[in-house]
C-alpha cells in the first residue's frame, strides 16, 4: 500500500513516510492511501468476534506493506497499548432504547481520542527509534484531542509535544487534563483566540518545510492519516458487535467536527461495509451547510458551545473526503481547496455531491442538546456528553430506525459538569477527575496581540535543545 496526497501532487509515500509527515503534504493536501481494499462479506464477517484491539490489528494490515510492519510486529506494537483503559473491552456497545451506542471513551482522558493516538504513538515512536530520530508533536485542540496527544506523549522516549487550546473555550476539566502535566517534554499554550485560529498558526508552521524538517514536526490532529485508519475500526467493530452476520444495511450518527472519524466511516463504506453515515454538528454547522446547499462558507464567527470539540469552521478532512469522494480526483480537490483557501467560499462540483451516497448530516442547537441530554436521562437514566448528545438528539428525530442504528458516544458525561448542570442530569464522582483539581499547573499565555507563530516555533526551539 502507498500514499499519496489529496491535491495530487504527492504520490508514492510509504506508511512510515505517511505517519511521519510533517501535518501537511508538500502540495498542502491531505495524506491518504492510494487505493482502498474492497472486502468482501465474508471478510467482514471474518472480524466478528475479534476484540477491538484485534479488530485495529486486522485493518492496519490492509494498509501497511508487510516489508514495512509484518504482522508479527503490528501485534507486537498493539500488544498491551490499550492497558490503561477502564474497561477491558476497550470500546463498549450498550442500548438505549431501540439505539445501539458505541462508547468509545474509556480510555485515559474520557474521549475516543485515546483510541487512535495510543496505537498513532506507539507506532510513531516505533519508526522514530527505528531510524534514530527525535520528533516533536504540534498539536491544536477544541476539547480532547490536547490531552489525548500528551498522554500520548508521555513517556515516549523519542517524542515532545506542544499542545494549543483556546483560552476559555474548552470546559475546565478538558484544561487541566492537559495544565496538571509535570513532563519536561510537554509545553502546554493556552491562546486568546478559537480553533480555527490556532489551525491557522498550526499550518503556518506545518509549511515552513525547513523548520519542520529540522525538528521533525509531527501531527497527532486528524491531519495524520494513521488517526483516520485505526478509526476505521470503530464502524467495523461496532457494526458487528450488533450485526455479526453482515447482513444488514447500518446507520451511524456520528459527532463531527473536524470529521476525521467521518472520514474514517468513510473509508469503512468503501471497504464494503453496508452502512450509511450521519455527521452532526452543532451550530457551527460548515460542513452541514456545504452538503445542503453545495457550497463551502465560512461564518462570520465560531460559536462557543458546550459541544466545545466541535466548534471548528474549517473541518479540514472535508479535504479527504471530497477527495474520496471524486474518486480520487487530486486536480479537483486542489482547484476547490485552493479556491476556498483564497476567498473564504467554494462551490463544490455537482457531481460529486450527487454522487454520494452514504454520506447525510444533521445539526443541532445548544436548546435541542440540552434537552436530548434532559430527555435520555429520565428515560433511561443514561448520561450523554454533549457531542454525543448531537448525535443522539439526530437518531431520535429519525423516522426509522435500521436494526442496525448506532451512535457514536465520543466523550465521558463527567468531563462536561456544566452541560450536565443545565440538562439536570446528575453525575456521579469520579476519582480521576476531582484530583486533578488539586494539581498545580503548567501552561503558557498567548495573548491576541503576540506573535504565535513566533511563540510556538520558540518553545520548539527549546524542547530540541532540551533534548539533544
Not at 483557501?341 to 462551490?347: A, L, P, Q, T, Y
Request: net charge negative; with cysteine; hydrophobic share 40%.
Amino acid at each position: 500500500m502507498k500514499f499519496c496526497s489529496t491535491r495530487g501532487g504527492v504520490k508514492g509515500l510509504s506508511f512510515q513516510e505517511a505517519l511521519l509527515c510533517p501535518g501537511y503534504a508538500s502540495d498542502g493536501g491531505l495524506v491518504v492511501p492510494e487505493a482502498i481494499p474492497r472486502l468482501s462479506v465474508d471478510d467482514i464477517r471474518s472480524f466478528a468476534g475479534l476484540t477491538y484491539p484485534e479488530v485495529v490489528e486486522k485493518l492496519l494490515g490492509y494498509f501497511v506493506s508487510v516489508d514495512e510492519l509484518s504482522p508479527t510486529e503490528i501485534h507486537g506494537l498493539l500488544d498491551g497499548c490499550f492497558e490503561r483503559f477502564r474497561r477491558p473491552e476497550v470500546a463498549v456497545m450498550t442500548e438505549v432504547g431501540t439505539i445501539h451506542v458505541l462508547e468509545l471513551w474509556h480510555g485515559p482522558t474520557g474521549s475516543f481520542k485515546d483510541l487512535a493516538l495510543t496505537v498513532t504513538s506507539c507506532l510513531v515512536n516505533y519508526f522514530l527509534q527505528k531510524e534514530n530520530k527525535r520528533g516533536t508533536v504540534l498539536v491544536g485542540t477544541s476539547g480532547d484531542t490536547g490531552s489525548s496527544a500528551i498522554q500520548g506523549t508521555v513517556g515516549k522516549e523519542r517524542l515532545s509535544a506542544v499542545v494549543l487550546y483556546p483560552l476559555g473555550r474548552v470546559t475546565r476539566v478538558q484544561e487541566l487534563q492537559m495544565t496538571t502535566v509535570d513532563s519536561p517534554n510537554i509545553v502546554v499554550c493556552a491562546a486568546e483566540g478559537t480553533s480555527d485560529e490556532i489551525d491557522t498558526v498550526l499550518r503556518n508552521v506545518f509549511t515552513d518545510a525547513e523548520f519542520a524538517s529540522k525538528h521533525m514536526l509531527l501531527s497527532f490532529n486528524s491531519i495524520n492519516v494513521a488517526r483516520v485508519l485505526v478509526q476505521i475500526a470503530h464502524f467495523f467493530y461496532g457494526y458487528l458487535k450488533v450485526c455479526p452476520r453482515a447482513d444488514q444495511e447500518g446507520v451511524f450518527y456520528v459527532p463531527s467536527g473536524a470529521l476525521g472519524n467521518i472520514a474514517a466511516g468513510y473509508v469503512a463504506c468503501c471497504m464494503g461495509l453496508p452502512v450509511k453515515l450521519v455527521a452532526c454538528v452543532n451550530e457551527n454547522d460548515v460542513f452541514h451547510r456545504t452538503l445542503v446547499t453545495g457550497e463551502l462558507s465560512l461564518s462570520k464567527e465560531v460559536i462557543h458551545t458546550y459541544s466545545s470539540a466541535m466548534d471548528i469552521q474549517v473541518p479540514y478532512n472535508f479535504e479527504r473526503l471530497l477527495f474520496f469522494m471524486s474518486h480520487g480526483k487530486g486536480e479537483v480537490v486542489r482547484g476547490v481547496m485552493e479556491t476556498f483557501e483564497r476567498v473564504g467560499s467554494c462551490i463544490i462540483p455537482h457531481d460529486i455531491l450527487e454522487g454520494n451516497m452514504v454520506l447525510s448530516s444533521t445539526r443541532a442547537d445548544t436548546e435541542e442538546t440540552l434537552a436530548t441530554m434532559r430527555r435520555v436521562w429520565t428515560e433511561h437514566r443514561y448520561a450523554l456528553c454533549p457531542h454525543t448528545a448531537v448525535a443522539m438528539h439526530a437518531a431520535a428525530l429519525s423516522h426509522s430506525h435500521p436494526a442496525v442504528t448506532v451512535v457514536v458516544a465520543t466523550a465521558t458525561p463527567t468531563k462536561f459538569g456544566n452541560a450536565s448542570e443545565m440538562a439536570d442530569v446528575p453525575l456521579p464522582n469520579d476519582p480521576a477527575i476531582s484530583e486533578l483539581f488539586s494539581r498545580p499547573e503548567r501552561v503558557l499565555l498567548l495573548k491576541k496581540e503576540d506573535d504565535w507563530v513566533q511563540a510556538v516555533k520558540l518553545n520548539i526551539d527549546e524542547l530540541t535543545k532540551l533534548h539533544k
